[in-house]
């Protein structure tokens, strides 16, 4: 098992900035990524960001580029996401995500059903 543990959400105004951090914890070697998720009210889970934990590669959708950035502290088993310029449309619950993705490529990393583990969700409200 593998635990999860979000945090760093809160009240923005548009245009500002939040970093979300996501603590594993447990069989941590049993995944090879971990990922941001978000889903706002009434709307699907949808992917955000992955990150390789060896090697770094980096995956973003296309509505985050240039805006977020995904880190990771191996050694504290820490995942990081750095969200900049934020739109009031991306208030949402942010969830952090583990697993195995054994195939490589951008489109493997944004599905949901490669992560085994789930954190609870940190909630991102961005004002207008």
């Known amino acids: 098992q593998v635990q999860l543990v979000e945090s760093g959400g809160g009240l923005v105004q548009a245009g500002g900035s939040l970093r979300l951090s996501c603590a594993a914890s447990?069989?941590?070697?049993?995944?090879?990524?971990m990922a941001w998720f978000r889903q706002a009210p009434g709307k699907e889970r949808e992917f955000v960001a992955a990150?390789?934990?060896?090697?770094?590669?980096?995956y973003y959708a296309d509505s985050v580029k240039g805006r977020f950035t995904i880190s990771r502290d191996n050694a504290k088993n820490t995942v990081y996401l750095q969200m900049d310029s934020l739109k009031p449309e991306e208030r949402a619950v942010y969830f952090c995500?583990?697993?195995?993705?054994?195939?490589?490529?951008?489109?493997?990393?944004?599905?949901?059903?490669?992560?085994?583990?789930w954190g609870q969700g940190t909630q991102v409200t961005v004002s207008s």
């Open positions: 990150i390789r934990w060896s090697g770094g590669s980096t």
């Open positions: 447990g069989r941590t070697f049993s995944s090879n990524a």
């Open positions: 995500a583990a697993g195995y993705v054994r195939y490589s490529g951008s489109w493997y990393f944004s599905r949901t059903g490669e992560y085994d583990y």
